[in-house]
């Protein structure tokens, strides 16, 4: 296992908010210390660009994973919370992501290689067991940490994504029966990582060198953070809807916390080595590479025993609490069911009730 210590590289700026009620952990928010980020090379030979914190007075370290298309600064506002009460983390960008490793090959995806990194990163930072934290795809990780490495795990929490149960048949029908994740099939298009980067802009004066009007700068990036997320069931959910949306340059207004500050500080960071990466998390799944894995997965193992918590997202209109819970019913035994009234993106927007629902649910189980 090889260990490297590096400072950051990442431009982490506070944002501004003018004229807007912030919650009171944005009040307190100071960017993820650069200088706790070391660089981890798993035993497979993946680098990992992680945010280490050493635990204080006791307290179990919480491992954080996001998903698609974030970094670990995403968790930002989780991080300044945990760590001020002596909490150890580990808050790595994920694979395809910031200063993490960027594989081509779809199979290096599979959440059941990925998980093993994972277990790698607590060896290299000699923790025997963690909590485990996912969001988005993040969830996809946790989840096979249950079913493979269940030992390494004090408890595992789950965020608007639910637990994902070994999918041993590649059946793209149990995905998209219900319109919800059509996205997916676009995400898996050769070239849809250069569409998309092309209806990415960072600066306004650029895109008007390219010959971009206004209406082109920002379809992909008003789409994944819409300010009404009603315009996701319409518009993300069916089969080419999500294409049809950035082709014809459609523009949304941006929700609350995303300010121009954030915004460029984030479209810098996902621009700056592009898209190809980060799509193969969708395309491990269409083209079959996950189903085929999780074949190895014995029968047995699918259930999870350590404490679960899950926050739904009422205002998520692909990843439906209902339709979550439905999982944990059936695999889950000691689960805490909360509910927020936010959208997909609920580290953002809901900082302060989901690190209390965390703590609560932390403090109760350790």
């Known amino acids: 296992m090889l260990v490297r210590h590096c400072r950051g590289t990442d431009r982490h700026s506070e944002c501004l908010y003018v004229g807007l009620p912030r919650p009171e952990s944005l009040l307190l928010f100071a960017p993820m210390?650069?200088?706790?980020?070391?660089?981890?090379?798993?035993?497979?030979?993946?680098?990992?660009?992680?945010?280490?914190?050493?635990?204080?007075?006791?307290?179990?370290?919480?491992?954080?994973?996001?998903g698609f298309p974030s970094t670990s600064r995403d968790w930002r506002h989780q991080v300044s919370f945990f760590r001020e009460k002596g909490y150890g983390l580990i808050v790595p960008d994920m694979l395809g992501y910031g200063g993490t490793a960027k594989p081509t090959n779809v199979e290096a995806y599979s959440a059941n290689l990925v998980a093993k990194d994972i277990v790698d990163i607590l060896d290299s930072e000699g923790i025997q067991k963690a909590i485990l934290i996912g969001h988005d795809w993040g969830c996809g990780v946790v989840s096979r940490m249950g079913n493979l490495y269940p030992e390494r795990a004090l408890a595992f929490a789950f965020l608007t994504v639910g637990y994902m149960p070994p999918f041993p048949k590649s059946d793209i029908s149990l995905s998209f029966g219900h319109e919800l994740y059509g996205y997916w099939l676009f995400f898996s298009e050769d070239g849809a990582d250069k569409l998309i980067e092309n209806h990415v802009c960072l600066f306004p004066c650029v895109c008007v060198q390219l010959g971009m009007n206004e209406e082109q700068w920002d379809s992909f990036f008003n789409l994944i953070w819409p300010h009404d997320p009603k315009t996701w069931p319409a518009n993300i959910g069916p089969v080419g809807a999500a294409k049809a949306w950035i082709l014809a340059d459609k523009k949304t207004a941006l929700p609350w916390y995303m300010t121009e500050e954030e915004k460029r500080s984030r479209t810098e960071i996902l621009l700056k080595d592009g898209f190809a990466a980060p799509l193969n998390w969708y395309k491990v799944h269409t083209f079959g590479h996950a189903a085929e894995e999780d074949k190895s997965i014995p029968l047995d193992k699918y259930d999870i025993h350590q404490p679960v918590l899950f926050v739904g997202c009422t205002q998520d209109y692909l990843c439906l609490p209902e339709m979550m819970r439905a999982r944990f019913a059936k695999h889950c035994k000691d689960v805490t069911y909360k509910e927020i009234d936010s959208s997909h993106w609920l580290m953002s927007s809901h900082p302060d009730e989901l690190n209390k629902e965390l703590l609560a649910w932390i403090e109760a189980q350790v």
């Open 33 to 66: 210390d650069t200088a706790l980020y070391k660089d981890i090379t798993t035993l497979r030979g993946m680098n990992y660009h992680c945010y280490v914190a050493p635990t204080r007075e006791s307290k179990p370290t919480l491992v954080f994973l996001h």
